[in-house]
């Protein structure tokens, strides 16, 4: 039957947008071109039998608290997605052993913080506190549609609540760097290096405008909800999805790789498979990075009239690295073995280091390392006994011109892979007083490897594009998106509201279509 929609991709955003055009009863087909469906979102055994690893996306905060994770959250359990979740979200570890840790108690973060250093209990509280009152406005502009009615009256209402130029004031702040919010704000170097690296989860470093709000949002949606996986993996998320959109009617192909998207008078009429096939609809969903789109799927349409989407910039590459240990781990700095996420940095500096080193082409010398512990919170992932690691290196080259370390010669990704996998394992081996009897196995994924798992990581680049501020909000993907065929609406990490587990374009386009 000629299906409504077709969605191209199975990521987040198509999963989120299939169910929700399929829970208001259009018929939906999402077309994967890999074997599996899920895109960042996999868990595989990739080290050793009975160690389920999650070989991209693992933490699913931002789904848990946006709109789509509230929409289609109890469709998701009955279905059996279920979240696992551990009081102590994240904390930072420095070379010298020094630890902080961010739990979900906010009074006893603020006892923490000005232990550390007099006022900087009552930054974490002013911060936090700034996003909660600010949130209505704040998370609209995040993640809602921007060109909106409802946005240009949001922004109304806040030039008559604030004035004009205390609304351009609050803007201003809004676009201070994560240095200029971390060194005005907290005299700790532990507190300012607990926030710094977090930015680069954002696609931004410490440097890059609107990392110090993201910083603060990152810090009141960790403290507020901590860092949730899924229990068995990302791909029982996935597997909720396939049975809630299917118990809707909806179908899935994989092996289905979207050649073109056929066009005619301007408007979409269906697709084309790299097999030949085609499939007639009424609208599609594309979630491909735009190189894909233009270069490829719309290729008979001629290059874009808006220069900009040929300049689409891609971001950073990412590293992952995963462990299958013979026992948990034991921190030489005690309080860790629960934090779902430890960050091993020694603070802004080491971050900006190491962003500007992958940023330029070079292995960092000392990358900015995220430890996942992801057994802790949830012991179906290995068997008893036993742990895993989940290593997210945020900073690692997308080309590689050389190593800012002047150890590593290889130029390509296959050959300098474990090379740079040796690195990051000399760095944790440091803090982990029993590594060495309870590692059992590793495996590693470059830039280019995680590429070749999902077309859309253009050069590993985890976050569908650079998300400086030119690349962001109204500019994401490009300034003139509205120039698609009428019928066609991209989605995906290159799209507005960009990366990351929220499946908010999937949701956003979804609503446009009247689910
Ligand atoms: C290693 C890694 C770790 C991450 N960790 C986290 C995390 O812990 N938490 C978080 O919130 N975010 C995380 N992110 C970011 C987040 O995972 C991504 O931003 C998000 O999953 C992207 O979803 P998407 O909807 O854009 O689709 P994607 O997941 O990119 O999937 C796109 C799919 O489309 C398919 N496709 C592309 N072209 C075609 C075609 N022509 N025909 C058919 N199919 C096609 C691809 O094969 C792919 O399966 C991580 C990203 C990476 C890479």
């Given at each position: 039957m000629r299906p409504d929609h077709v969605i191209i991709g199975s990521g987040i955003n198509a999963l989120v947008a299939a169910a929700l055009l399929s829970l208001k009863g259009r018929r939906v087909l999402v077309l994967e071109?890999?074997?599996?469906?899920?895109g960042c979102l996999r868990t595989e055994e990739?080290?050793?039998?009975g160690f389920q690893h999650d070989v991209m996306a693992a933490t699913f905060v931002l789904f848990m608290t946006g709109p789509a994770g509230a929409a289609l959250g109890p469709h998701l359990a009955r279905h059996g997605f279920e979240y696992c979740h551990a009081a102590l979200p994240t904390a930072v570890l420095r070379p010298d052993g020094s630890a902080l840790v961010l739990t979900m108690d906010h009074a006893a973060n603020v006892a923490a913080f000005e232990a550390l250093a007099p006022g900087d209990g009552a930054a974490l509280s002013a911060d936090t506190g700034g996003v909660a009152a600010d949130a209505p406005f704040l998370f609209a502009l995040l993640g809602g549609n921007l060109w909106s009615w409802g946005t240009a009256k949001l922004l109304f209402a806040q030039v008559r609540k604030r004035g004009a130029r205390g609304l351009a004031a609050w803007f201003g702040t809004a676009l201070t760097p994560a240095r200029g919010w971390l060194e005005t704000s907290y005299r700790s170097p532990l507190a300012q290096a607990l926030f710094a690296p977090w930015v680069l989860h954002c696609g931004l470093t410490p440097e890059s405008a609107y990392s110090g709000q993201m910083g603060k949002v990152i810090a009141f949606a960790l403290e507020a909800a901590g860092a949730p996986v899924v229990k068995g993996g990302a791909g029982q998320a996935v597997a909720a999805f396939r049975a809630l959109i299917e118990a809707q009617g909806g179908t899935f192909r994989t092996?289905?790789?979207?050649?073109r998207i056929v066009v005619s008078g301007g408007k979409v009429t269906g697709v084309a498979l790299a097999n030949g096939e085609t499939i007639d609809c009424g609208s599609v969903l594309a979630s491909v990075a735009p190189g894909q789109l233009h270069d490829r799927l719309l290729r008979e349409e001629g290059p874009p009239k808006d220069k900009a989407a040929q300049k689409f910039r891609h971001g950073r590459g990412d590293f992952q690295l995963h462990y299958a240990l013979d026992a948990p781990p034991e921190w030489r700095t005690p309080g860790l073995q629960d934090v779902a996420l430890i960050h091993l940095s020694d603070g802004i500096d080491a971050v900006s280091k190491s962003a500007n080193e992958a940023e330029r082409g070079m292995f960092p010398a000392t990358p900015t390392i995220c430890v996942g512990q992801p057994s802790r919170l949830d012991p179906t992932r290995c068997p008893p006994g036993k742990a895993i690691l989940w290593l997210q290196i945020p900073d690692a080259p997308r080309v590689i011109k050389g190593d800012a370390a002047g150890?590593?010669?290889?130029?390509?990704w296959d050959a300098a892979k474990e090379a740079f996998a040796d690195r990051i394992e000399a760095i944790l081996a440091r803090h982990i007083s029993n590594f060495a009897d309870i590692k059992l196995a590793r495996t590693a994924h470059s830039p280019r490897d995680l590429e070749r798992m999902n077309v859309n990581l253009v050069g590993g680049d985890p976050y569908g594009g650079q998300c400086s501020i030119d690349q962001f909000?109204?500019?994401?993907?490009?300034?003139?998106?509205?120039?698609?065929?009428?019928g066609l609406v991209q989605i995906g990490a290159s799209t507005h509201p960009g990366p990351g587990l929220g499946g908010g374009s999937g949701f956003l386009a979804a609503k446009g279509l009247g689910a």
């Open positions: 071109r890999e074997d599996r469906l899920g990739l080290t050793l039998p092996g289905a790789d979207v050649d150890e590593i010669g290889a130029t390509d909000f109204l500019w994401r993907p490009h300034a003139h998106a509205s120039d698609l065929p009428r």
